[in-house]
């Protein structure tokens, strides 16, 4: 018997994350023996550091195997904001922040102690799969605020102004940004930041889980300016930097109020995330970086190779993101071509074509607010990257 239509309307509204959805189709293929290269993920290929790993080993020898605190572990809380001030240029107190099972859970936290239904909620776009849909748990509108190629899809500040509502009770972006790589200098921060300011009522959600892997400038974060550090939470964690994503550890910084009511909803769904991996978390912000710069210098180089291999595929409009591991090409100049057996009428069908006929696997844009164009991650092995180009190079020559 078929019982879906038990299921609420709130998980019947949701879109599955288009990025878990492609991985488990190439997934799929592999397991019918097909060569599959996959490039959809957004995780590290790197192993997590030995350093960390034995600081873990020595936490559980230690004990630390219990509940911890709803807000996180002390000594993990106090890492994290003499790493906001090392780092950051930003003032957060341990009672300013919380520790949740990734930076995901930080964001949802966020979204549902402030939003209620009828508020909107202005998401910089290209954006990350899972804002949207977050958004629309709250019962709160995600509007999205999108940027094209043409300005390397950052949106400006005159955009940001003109958007803004009396509706308007957040704004969600990421920087370097997932799934453009796109960074934001502080110019252009500062202009967002003054246009913010104008609205006291306005809080911003800052997604900085990329801080690290920057290939161009020191990165900063808006909540640094005075005119709206009381307007700003600012979200990362260990996933992308310090190649930690099956930890879960994502922390926050916020106004106190906000990060007292997240500790309070966060008590009545998971409670504090792992005691020994929020030790092992401590002492990697603590210890040396060399892992992290080897890592970011590896993905400049793998940056670098794509961008030149996806440039002599015709068609393919490409710009040179500035972080995090993902190129964000657009390919609308294929939309109505044909081999005669496939018709590409969007980035769905040029994703679906890419994996069925050339066995690369990416992520279509259109589950980022951006119909024209596909998400390309870069975090594989060079020798990978380069048969995945030359495959698509093939795959695509047909549709010239």
């Not at 796109?182 to 959600?205: C, F, G, Q, T, W």
């Not at 550890?249 to 504090?272: D, H, N």
């Amino acid at each position: 018997m078929n019982h879906t239509h038990l299921l609420s309307d709130t998980i019947k509204s949701l879109s599955e994350s288009a990025t878990i959805k492609m991985a488990q189709m190439a997934r799929d293929l592999k397991s019918q023996g097909h060569q599959v290269i996959s490039l959809s993920l957004g995780e590290p290929d790197f192993d997590t550091p030995l350093h960390i790993k034995e600081a873990a080993q020595k936490a559980l020898d230690e004990g630390y195997t219990k509940y911890t605190p709803v807000p996180g572990l002390l000594e993990f809380r106090q890492a994290i904001s003499e790493k906001f001030k090392r780092d950051n240029d930003l003032d957060y107190g341990v009672d300013q922040i919380v520790v949740s099972n990734g930076a995901k859970q930080c964001i949802a936290n966020v979204c549902m102690v402030l939003c209620n239904p009828e508020d909107e909620v202005l998401i910089l776009t290209p954006f990350w799969v899972s804002y949207g849909e977050i958004v629309k748990m709250t019962g709160a509108k995600p509007i999205l605020l999108k940027a094209g190629i043409e300005d390397d899809y950052k949106v400006k500040a005159e955009a940001l102004k003109k958007a803004i509502t009396p509706k308007t009770k957040l704004i969600i972006f990421s920087s370097p940004c997932n799934p453009t790589g796109s960074v934001y200098n502080r110019e252009e921060l500062k202009a967002m930041a003054d246009v913010i300011n104008e609205h006291p009522e306005v809080m911003v959600i800052s997604d900085e889980i990329y801080e690290y892997i920057n290939f161009k400038s020191k990165h900063v974060s808006i909540g640094a300016f005075d005119n709206v550090k009381d307007q700003t939470i600012t979200v990362n964690g260990m996933s992308k930097g310090f190649a930690m994503t099956g930890w879960r550890l994502g922390y926050l910084g916020a106004p106190k109020w906000v990060a007292k009511a997240c500790s309070k909803l966060q008590g009545q769904f998971t409670s504090g995330a792992t005691a020994f991996g929020q030790m092992a978390a401590a002492h990697a912000l603590k210890s040396s970086l060399q892992h992290t710069y080897e890592m970011v210098e590896a993905f400049k180089s793998r940056r670098d190779l794509v961008i030149r291999m996806l440039k002599e595929i015709p068609g393919v409009n490409i710009n040179q993101p500035d972080g995090a591991f993902y190129v964000f090409p657009d390919i609308s100049s294929f939309f109505g071509k044909t081999d005669g057996q496939f018709t590409i009428n969007n980035a769905d069908d040029f994703a679906e074509l890419l994996l069925t006929k050339a066995h690369v696997a990416v992520v279509t844009g259109s589950a980022f607010g951006a119909d024209e164009c596909i998400r390309i991650s870069y975090a594989a092995s060079e020798e990978d990257l380069t048969e995945a180009c030359e495959r698509m190079k093939k795959c695509l020559a047909a549709f010239a």
